[in-house]
């Protein structure tokens, strides 16, 4: 079966997605940039994948067709985002796709070939990760279901990625990185995409 990539997505309300970026270039702005890397990220998935959209929050799903269309929607489960990627991933394995791969929507240069890659490295090591640059993963793959990994994490903090490597290896699990990619969350970040020469997904 085909390898499947789930879109963590939220819907777009104002003050409720990228607020850290929010707060300095205000909220409607900051909305308007989130649905627009969205919107950009589900384009860039390779057709011979499946896609998902797994939406937060539970209810929310009216805004999300409006928003993006006619998609494969699902909600995302409760609890913190360990937990939830955690349901997501179980449950994708239990309907027979390998591997299974989840992603945001703060990674603008996460294209085709990198997702290809990952899906590549994933059919020689247990786990993939595609190191942020602020200390998270833009991606993460696994070829089978590894509870441990999303157990006990202090999410959006700049230890993500180590300790989930650390969980990893502590488990006795192959680990392979993609290239550290730009994740963009707050100003800074966002002023530093606007000057890498790639595409702008915003102009300030």
């Not at 104002?14 to 649905?35: C, D, M, Q, S, W």
């Not at 640059?133 to 993500?160: C, H, K, N, Q």
């Amino acid at each position: 079966m085909n390898a499947l990539v789930m879109a963590f997505f939220k819907a777009p309300r104002p003050g409720t997605v990228k607020t850290r970026l929010g707060r300095e270039i205000g909220h409607e702005p900051a909305t308007a940039l989130y649905r627009r890397m969205a919107e950009e990220q589900l384009a860039r998935i390779p057709a011979e994948m499946r896609a998902e959209v797994h939406y937060a929050p539970r209810g929310a799903k009216p805004d999300m067709t409006e928003w993006l269309g006619k998609r494969h929607y699902r909600a995302q489960a409760g609890g913190d985002l360990g937990a939830r990627l955690n349901h997501a991933f179980l449950t994708g394995f239990r309907r027979g796709y390998r591997p299974v791969l989840a992603i945001g929507a703060d990674c603008p240069d996460l294209d085709a070939a990198c997702l290809r890659r990952a899906v590549l490295l994933l059919g020689s090591h247990d786990v993939v990760l595609g190191p942020a640059t602020d200390g998270g993963y833009y991606l993460i793959g696994l070829r089978a279901p590894a509870p441990r990994l999303f157990a006990d994490i202090e999410w959006s903090t700049s230890t993500v990625l180590a300790d989930t490597v650390q969980r990893a290896k502590a488990g006795g699990l192959s680990v392979a990185q993609l290239e550290e990619r730009l994740d963009i969350d707050d100003l800074a970040s966002l002023k530093q995409h606007l000057g890498t020469g790639l595409p702008p997904v915003v102009a300030l």
